[in-house]
Protein backbone atom coordinates (compact mmCIF):
# COMPACT_ATOMS: atom_id res chain seq x y z
CA UNK A 1 0.00 0.00 0.00
CA UNK A 2 0.90 3.52 -0.23
CA UNK A 3 -0.14 6.42 0.97
CA UNK A 4 0.15 9.90 -0.63
CA UNK A 5 -0.53 13.49 0.61
CA UNK A 6 -0.44 16.83 -1.15
CA UNK A 7 0.31 20.22 -0.50
CA UNK A 8 0.99 23.87 -1.71
CA UNK A 9 -2.13 24.77 -3.13
CA UNK A 10 -3.57 27.86 -3.04
CA UNK A 11 -4.78 31.12 -4.37
CA UNK A 12 -2.73 33.45 -6.81
CA UNK A 13 -3.07 35.98 -9.45
CA UNK A 14 -2.67 34.78 -13.45
CA UNK A 15 1.13 34.92 -14.64
CA UNK A 16 2.02 33.86 -11.05
CA UNK A 17 3.87 30.75 -9.65
CA UNK A 18 2.66 28.15 -6.68
CA UNK A 19 4.47 24.51 -6.26
CA UNK A 20 2.55 21.74 -5.28
CA UNK A 21 4.50 18.92 -3.35
CA UNK A 22 3.38 14.44 -2.32
CA UNK A 23 4.88 13.08 0.01
CA UNK A 24 4.53 8.91 -0.46
CA UNK A 25 4.55 6.70 2.13
CA UNK A 26 4.31 2.86 2.44
CA UNK A 27 5.68 0.23 -0.32
CA UNK A 28 7.38 4.13 -1.82
CA UNK A 29 9.63 1.84 -3.43
CA UNK A 30 6.98 -0.23 -5.49
CA UNK A 31 6.01 2.54 -7.72
CA UNK A 32 6.65 2.58 -11.37
CA UNK A 33 5.13 5.76 -12.15
CA UNK A 34 4.02 8.71 -10.10
CA UNK A 35 2.39 12.07 -11.80
CA UNK A 36 -0.23 15.11 -11.00
CA UNK A 37 -3.90 15.14 -12.33
CA UNK A 38 -6.42 18.20 -12.19
CA UNK A 39 -10.52 18.07 -11.89
CA UNK A 40 -12.34 20.85 -11.82
CA UNK A 41 -16.34 20.37 -10.79
CA UNK A 42 -18.50 18.61 -13.20
CA UNK A 43 -15.74 17.48 -15.87
CA UNK A 44 -13.27 14.62 -15.33
CA UNK A 45 -9.62 13.70 -14.01
CA UNK A 46 -7.75 15.67 -16.38
CA UNK A 47 -3.93 14.32 -16.58
CA UNK A 48 -1.07 17.03 -16.28
CA UNK A 49 2.46 15.53 -16.03
CA UNK A 50 4.20 11.70 -14.93
CA UNK A 51 7.58 11.41 -13.93
CA UNK A 52 8.78 8.10 -14.40
CA UNK A 53 12.84 6.42 -14.48
CA UNK A 54 12.57 7.45 -18.69
CA UNK A 55 11.54 10.60 -17.97
CA UNK A 56 9.15 12.96 -18.00
CA UNK A 57 5.92 13.93 -19.79
CA UNK A 58 3.17 16.81 -19.99
CA UNK A 59 0.20 17.60 -21.26
CA UNK A 60 -0.14 20.19 -23.95
CA UNK A 61 -2.07 22.48 -22.18
CA UNK A 62 0.65 22.67 -19.20
CA UNK A 63 3.91 22.16 -21.34
CA UNK A 64 6.35 24.96 -21.14
CA UNK A 65 4.94 26.06 -18.14
CA UNK A 66 5.04 23.21 -15.56
CA UNK A 67 8.19 21.30 -14.66
CA UNK A 68 7.70 17.88 -12.18
CA UNK A 69 10.38 16.63 -10.53
CA UNK A 70 10.86 14.39 -7.74
CA UNK A 71 13.12 13.50 -4.24
CA UNK A 72 13.26 10.19 -3.94
CA UNK A 73 15.71 10.82 -0.75
CA UNK A 74 12.92 12.58 0.40
CA UNK A 75 10.06 10.52 -1.39
CA UNK A 76 8.48 13.37 -2.35
CA UNK A 77 7.60 14.56 -5.90
CA UNK A 78 6.68 18.01 -7.30
CA UNK A 79 5.23 20.38 -9.47
CA UNK A 80 5.95 23.71 -10.37
CA UNK A 81 3.88 25.61 -11.70
CA UNK A 82 4.66 29.00 -13.71
CA UNK A 83 2.98 31.96 -15.93
CA UNK A 84 -0.43 30.31 -14.65
CA UNK A 85 -3.57 30.78 -16.37
CA UNK A 86 -7.31 31.23 -15.11
CA UNK A 87 -8.02 27.39 -16.80
CA UNK A 88 -5.26 26.29 -14.93
CA UNK A 89 -8.10 26.47 -11.34
CA UNK A 90 -8.57 23.03 -9.89
CA UNK A 91 -8.46 20.51 -7.33
CA UNK A 92 -4.58 18.79 -8.26
CA UNK A 93 -4.43 15.27 -7.28
CA UNK A 94 -1.12 13.31 -6.63
CA UNK A 95 -1.05 9.93 -8.59
CA UNK A 96 0.86 6.71 -7.97
CA UNK A 97 0.85 3.41 -10.38
CA UNK A 98 2.45 0.17 -8.83
CA UNK A 99 1.98 -3.31 -9.63
CA UNK A 100 -0.25 -3.45 -6.66
CA UNK A 101 -2.37 -0.95 -7.73
CA UNK A 102 -3.09 2.91 -8.44
CA UNK A 103 -2.76 5.15 -5.77
CA UNK A 104 -4.34 9.14 -5.08
CA UNK A 105 -3.90 11.57 -2.61
CA UNK A 106 -6.61 13.68 -1.00
CA UNK A 107 -6.30 16.83 -3.75
CA UNK A 108 -5.00 20.51 -3.14
CA UNK A 109 -6.91 23.12 -4.61
CA UNK A 110 -5.35 25.79 -6.69
CA UNK A 111 -7.55 28.61 -7.42
CA UNK A 112 -6.00 31.61 -10.12
CA UNK A 113 -7.62 35.04 -10.03
CA UNK A 114 -7.90 36.60 -13.44
Known amino acids: QVQLAESGGGLVQAGGSLRLSCVAS????????TGWYRQVPGKGREWVAT??????YYADSVRGRFTISRDNAKNTMYLEMNSLKFEDTAVYYC?????????WGQGTHVTVSA
Open 26 to 33: GSTSSLMA
Open 51 to 56: IRTAGT
Open 95 to 103: NGVSQQGTY
